[in-house]
């Protein structure tokens, strides 16, 4: 059986910063026959839940990626570490179950894609790319934003 990596908190995990899941109907239909890997990078980079806010200052996740982007949280502690870290376990759980695909949390610091917040906590977003999408594609995983519901 085919396998998706799935941001954990779509799954119903209630691992988001405010300690809340976001689990929505049209990921399930998204996943279809196709067997979920729940993950959260966040909470497996070593963050707590709940958790301050955090934004992708500088840049996106290939940024941070390539040390000219910091990823903050909103009293400004450095937490790119942590998001990095999560990120490179995301990867290796993608590689250990065979996922060739994620389906992920649309405009987070880690698994945005295509649109992050844009580092200034007002909510504006702009094109880019949270950490662990950024690493999943540089690494031939196809990472979608999950739909949302």
Known sequence: MDSVLVS????GVPCR???RSKEAEPVA????????VAFCPETAGGLPTPRRPAEIVGGDGHDVLDGRARVLDDTGRDVTEAFVDGARRALEAARRTGCTEALLMPRSPSCGRGTTYDGTFTG????GDGVTAALLERH??????APRG
Do not use: K, Q, S
């Open 29 to 36: 239909a998204a996943i279809g026959d196709r067997m979920p």
């Open 8 to 11: 954990a908190c779509l799954r």
């Open 140 to 145: 031939g995983v196809t990472v979608r934003p």
């Open 124 to 127: 504006e977003l702009r094109p």
């Open 17 to 19: 910063y405010d300690g």
